[in-house]
């Protein structure tokens, strides 16, 4: 279905907005929205409708759904001021008031359209499970979205839950979960997986790997690692190449920080530890924000707040420590050779938690591998971010190919 309003066509399948030829860029929670009020153009729809739809009734604050109202009305050459297609009832909602038509199909005259329920796809629904490696730990993990299986391994930190509501995560593992089977867990020792645990070295966050992906009953899949996740996705995809299909690395490293040689990582990663050993989980503002900041010092003050409050319900202080004592120790430079699946690595260039130069070392050891450098300073891209637009189209196009 296309609509048409004001030179612009909203193509719902293809997922373009045009502005007569020129295609405007607009982020996946947008680009729902948009689609979402044009379908309900016929009524008033309240905010409590709008969070229903777009984010799945999760509490969202006043400020979020104010910018993607006011991100709708700029992508249609639209203001608060004017109101000319979006409009504002004070107390009730929002409407659409723009003159809609709309065509079946692409090259079609345009007819009156009717108004669509909103699309099914816009707020994939996960369900989580659980699965038990060979030293019994039971590992939670979830399942979201329909089509070509993906694998997101897990990193530094995750709760199944947390994340799917999370503005830190929130938009990449939906926009994922709109194309593709996503499957996720909780490593051992955090999130809704077991935290007393006497094993979190390396070798055992493999296995959680492995019991996941059979437990799933995965045969062939794509394997996405993030950070910390990179490590272990590389690990895998050199020990079970017959299983990954494709591999995609975002933020990633070979050696963690005291296997870099540098004299300076040690003593950051060493003031790090120190630092979680004084004020993990407790409601210490500094020590949240001093971590949060190396994160994403680019965040707003809501994502800031998400992720202050990741580290009081994702895992325990000891535990917090072990795994990271286990990251920083971490070394597959001597894998990177051995991985024989197409493989996308991204990085961004100002990247404070983990150098730009990482990401490419990975890229040049792993054959073949494509490298493409992300501008911004977030560790974790965040939905506004410069090229947030660009790392959804790259990850997406790659896995298509």
Known sequence: MQFLFSNHKLDIERRELRRGAVLIALEPQVFDLLVYLVQNRDRVVSKDDVIAAIWGGRIVSESTLTSRINAVRKAV????????????????????????????????????????????????????????????????????????????????????????????????????ARERRLIRYDARGNGLSDWNVDDLSFDALMRDLESVTDAAGLEKFALLGISQGCAVSIAYAARHPERVTKLVLYGGFARGRRKRGSQQEIEGADAVATLMRQGWGQENPAFRQMFTSLFIPGGTAEQMQWFNDLQRITTSPDNAIRLRRTVDEIDVSGLLPLVKTPTLVLHCRNDAVQPFDEGRRLAAGIPGARFVALEGRNHLVLEGDPDWSRLLDEISNFLRE
Do not use: M
């Open 77 to 176: 050459g639209d203001s608060g001021e004017e109101q000319r297609l979006l409009r504002t009832i004070a107390r009730k909602g929002f409407r659409f008031v723009g003159e809609v038509t709309g065509s079946a199909k692409p090259g079609e005259p345009a007819a009156p359209a009717k108004p669509a329920p909103p699309a099914a796809s816009a707020n994939p629904q996960h369900e989580i499970h659980f699965c038990t490696p060979s030293d019994g730990v039971r590992i939670a993990y979830a399942l979201a979205g329909r089509g070509p299986p993906l694998v997101k391994a897990a990193n530094w930190l995750n709760h199944l839950e947390y994340d799917w509501q999370s503005p830190i995560w929130s938009h990449l593992l939906h926009a994922l």
